[in-house]
C-alpha cells in the first residue's frame, strides 16, 4: 500500500456553496449595489432602490453586506426588529421590505475580520438567510475592487451589478476601474449612477465610467434628516431621481 504524503492537502468542497444557490432559487433578479471606494452614498442608493422596488409592487429583499459600515438598517428605520429562527434565519420585513443586516450579529461594536474570516462570514450570512420567493434581491456590499467583491461575484452568481460615483475624479477613476473588472470577469453590469451631482444634467457617461450611465442623483441637503423615515426620504428630490433610475433597471 502506498503511502500519503502527510502535507498533502486536498481541497474539499465547501457544502455550503449548494445551500446558498437554494436560498437564492427563487429569487428573480439580484441587483448588487457596489462602488469603487467608500463615501459615494452607496447604501443610500441601495435602500431607497428597494423601498421604490417595494413601493411598485415588487417583492422585494435588502441585503447589507457592507461589514467595514453597515448602515442600510439607519436609513430604513429599522429598530427592534430581527430575524426570527425557522431552518435558518427569516428576514423581518420593513417598510415592505424583507431585510437582513450583518448589523444582527455584530451590532455597534467593530468587527475586525480580514481575508478569509470576511469570506467565510459571507458564506454564513447567505446559507442562514431564507429569502422565500423575492422579485428583486439588493445586495450592499463592502466598497473597494479587492477580494470582498471578487466574493460577491464567486458567491452570487445571477449577481448584476450596479456601481454607484461621484462627480469626484477620485471616484470617477476608481468606477472605470470596477467596471473594467467586471467587464474581464464577464460580470453583467447594469451600468453606473452618480450621486450628489450639481444637476441631473449633462452627457458624459459610458466614455467616463467604462459602462452605461443610468442616472444623476443630485445633491439633496434634505436627506440627512429624513434617514430613518423612509415615507419622508421617498419624497425627496434624491429619491425621484432614484425612482427614474428604478424604472430603467425594470425594463
Known sequence: MGRVHQNLKVKVPDPRLAII????????????????????????????????????????????????GPSCHIILGAKEVAPTEERGLIPPEVHGVKFMSVIYYIGDRPLPLRGDEISNAFVELLTIT??????????????????????????????EF???????????????????????????????????????????????FGTTLLGRIPFDPEVEEKLGDPELLLRTKFARAVEAIVDKIRT
Open 21 to 68: 444557490e437554494k436560498r437564492l432559487k427563487q429569487v428573480n433578479r439580484i441587483i448588487v449595489v457596489a462602488s469603487g471606494k467608500g463615501g459615494v452614498g452607496k447604501s443610500l442608493v441601495a435602500t431607497t432602490i428597494s423601498l421604490w422596488l417595494s413601493r411598485k409592487g415588487q417583492r422585494v429583499g435588502l441585503l447589507d453586506l457592507d461589514f467595514h
Open 130 to 159: 431564507r429569502w422565500g420567493r423575492l422579485d428583486y434581491l439588493v445586495v450592499d456590499v463592502p466598497p473597494g475592487i479587492a477580494e470582498e467583491v471578487l466574493d460577491i461575484i464567486r458567491l452570487i452568481k445571477r449577481g
Open 162 to 208: 450596479l456601481i454607484v460615483a461621484t462627480p469626484s475624479a477620485l471616484a470617477t477613476t476608481t468606477v472605470a476601474r470596477l467596471s473594467q473588472l467586471l467587464q474581464e470577469l464577464q460580470v453583467p453590469v447594469l451600468g453606473a449612477v452618480e450621486n450628489m451631482c450639481p444637476s441631473e444634467t449633462g452627457t458624459e457617461g459610458a466614455e467616463k
